[in-house]
């Protein structure tokens, strides 16, 4: 390739500033080695580091201004200690010759996978065998995505969560972006206040693999019983595989009659894999823990079964989720203690949420989401969501996410984070009142 062509391409990336290289791109290369060309067809490197960017700048021009983060989805609140007390005795413990372990069984311990079939599924004929321990959600989609290949066909909910379709973008499952920024080969499934944001299935062609997240990240809609047995059926009938996201499951209330897993729903063990996380119940995003569910009754075209290729996966790609991390895990759904010590966590930011929602219908905008789900979804008619996202920094210093970075269907949308600590959310909320006002 012509230098220039490839000076070209390489511009086409926005790198965040902490990984920007010293070496200006277009730079005579040592190498021959050409860039993969599904990397060049990923649009705008990933949301958040856009949204860092943007931050540091608003931080320059604003040097005094506190600017409070309710946009990327990390916890803040600290661990509960019952949990990090487990994992600091187990660490002490290895640097001893009893209590020192090194490689532990790549899908997990037994312990750990044991407490999740029974804790987190209950009644739902959940195998510990079934259970995959990972590193959390975000990696298990693509080692997912690894295990379908190149070739499959793909359905998400739009908006989405990113990883679903980056990593298919990167597998080479999609051709490339339009000027909406839908990729080619992919199934946009249109999840809108118009249609309870659930798609209306007769319309969706059939695809080997959906993405489905509920609750759902970012419009915070938790789908329903009834959604989701047209799912499982809608992917029976076609022979498809529903991945099943629920990263925000400890959101959903007790009293609500919306499932937490997709195994709630009859015929869903022959056609669904569930993946889920730690990270937003426990506050594990930096420790890092989640698991995958491949139930045994899941089986290729050929009749073969799916959960050796993935296990298989695991082996060869990952090696184990970290013990540490693992007995963090146990301590958090282990024990009555613990699991009320998580709740306790996840209490905190669904009343953050509950003050945002309250706040933007106080204002008499339309908002979606945060009763059940961590995220609230608000709509701004007739605008375009960086254009809302910049001016709502500008005038407030509260940083949001624009709905268009989840997918085409979020234009004219704006997610905001209940994820901060009580202080700052009052405080976001009392700037928003001022502005929108
Ligand atoms: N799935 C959804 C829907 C998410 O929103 C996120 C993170 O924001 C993830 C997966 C990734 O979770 P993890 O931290 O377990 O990788």
Redesign the pocket.
């Known amino acids: 390739m012509p230098t220039n062509m490839i000076s070209k391409v390489l511009e086409k990336v926005v790198l965040p500033p902490d990984v920007a290289p010293r070496v200006k791109a277009g730079a005579a290369s040592r190498t021959s080695v050409l860039r993969n060309p599904n990397m060049q067809k990923l649009q705008k490197g990933y949301l958040f580091p856009e949204i860092n960017r943007k931050r540091e700048a608003h931080q320059k021009k604003y040097p005094e201004a506190k600017v409070i983060s309710l946009g990327i989805?990390d916890t803040t609140e600290p661990i509960p200690r019952i949990i990090t007390s487990a994992m600091a005795e187990y660490a002490l413990a290895l640097s001893t010759p009893e209590g020192y372990q090194g490689y532990g069984p790549e899908p997990g311990q037994k312990t750990l996978r044991k407490a999740i079939a029974e804790k987190v599924y209950p009644n739902m004929g959940i195998r510990d065998t079934e259970v995959f321990i990972s590193d959390?959600?975000?990696?298990d989609?693509a080692r997912l995505q690894m295990l379908f290949g190149r070739d499959v066909t793909i359905a998400v909910q739009d908006p989405t969560?990113p990883?679903y379709v980056d990593n298919g973008v990167i597998m080479g499952q999609t051709g490339d972006a339009d000027e909406s920024g839908r990729y080619g080969r992919i199934e946009y499934m249109r999840c809108a206040p118009e249609n309870a944001f659930f798609p209306d299935l007769s319309l969706v062609p059939r695809t080997d693999v959906i993405f489905f997240?509920s609750p759902n990240?970012p419009t915070g809609h938790v789908a329903s019983r009834e959604q989701l047995q047209q799912l499982v059926d809608f992917a029976r009938r076609n022979g498809s595989i529903v991945v099943f996201?629920t990263?925000?499951a400890a959101y959903v209330s007790e009293s609500s009659p919306s499932p937490r897993s997709i195994y709630e729903i009859p015929g869903s063990r022959e056609v669904a894999i569930e993946i889920s996380?730690f990270?937003?119940s426990a506050g594990f995003?930096g420790v890092?823990l989640?698991w995958a569910v491949v139930p045994d009754e899941l089986l290729y075209a050929d009749g073969s079964h799916v959960a050796p290729d993935f296990d298989r996966i695991v082996c060869t790609c990952f090696n184990g989720a970290s013990s540490l991390a693992q007995v963090g895990g146990l301590a958090c759904i282990g024990s009555e203690e613990g699991a009320e010590a998580v709740r306790k966590v996840v209490r905190v930011y669904k009343e953050n949420a509950r003050l945002l929602v309250e706040t933007f219908e106080s204002l008499g905008k339309e908002v979606y989401g945060g009763v059940d789900s961590p995220y609230v979804w608000v709509r701004f008619p007739g605008r375009r969501s960086w254009e809302v996202f910049g001016e709502i920094l500008e005038k407030t210093h509260v940083i949001t996410v624009p709905g268009s970075g989840f997918g085409p269907g979020g234009e004219g949308f704006v997610r905001v984070s209940g994820f901060n600590n009580r202080d700052r959310v009052v405080e976001a909320c009392a700037r928003l009142r001022n502005f929108l006002a």
């Not at 959390?136 to 990696?139: H, K, N, S």
């Open positions: 989805g959390g959600a975000q990696c989609i969560f990883g997240c990240n996201d990263a925000y996380s990270s937003k995003t890092r989640g």
